[in-house]
Nanobody
Framework: QVQLVESGGGLVQAGGSLRLSCAAS????????MAWFRQAPGKEREFVAA????????YYADSVKGRFTISKDNARDPVYLQMNSLKPEDTAVYYC???????????????WGQGTQVTVSS
């Protein structure tokens, strides 16, 4: 059984920060790698960031690298997305995803959360 629940979204001004959380339940082998995706209105879903079980390998989309940081809590197994220097183009629904592959190409995992809305105003 796998369940993913996102939280932490909201409305912020450009240049501000938000920290998203993904609370995960299920077997670790089914959950990792875990990732964040986002989808803006009228746009296709796009990859944002991913992290491996031990946290030593992370992957980022070029559009967020240097601004966003993905991390995990080894004790509690949540996954976080720290978003700094937010831009209006970051506005989207952000989804947690589990079980994908990101070593060379992006392969979306089977499991998804319900999404959390992030809105960045100018």
């Amino acid at each position: 059984q796998v369940q993913l629940v996102e939280s932490g979204g909201g409305l912020v001004q450009a240049g501000g920060s938000l920290r998203l959380s993904c609370a995960a339940s299920g077997r670790a082998s089914s959950l990792y790698p875990m990732a964040w995706f986002r989808q803006a209105p009228g746009k296709e879903r796009e990859f944002v960031a991913a992290i491996t079980w031990n946290g030593r390998n992370t992957y980022y989309a070029d559009s967020v690298k240097g601004r966003f940081t993905i991390s995990k809590d080894n004790a509690r197994d949540p996954v976080y997305l720290q978003m700094n220097s937010l831009k209006p183009e970051d506005t989207a629904v952000y989804y947690c995803n589990a079980g994908g592959s990101y070593s060379s190409t992006i392969t979306v995992g089977k499991y998804w959360g319900q999404g959390t809305q992030v809105t960045v105003s100018s």
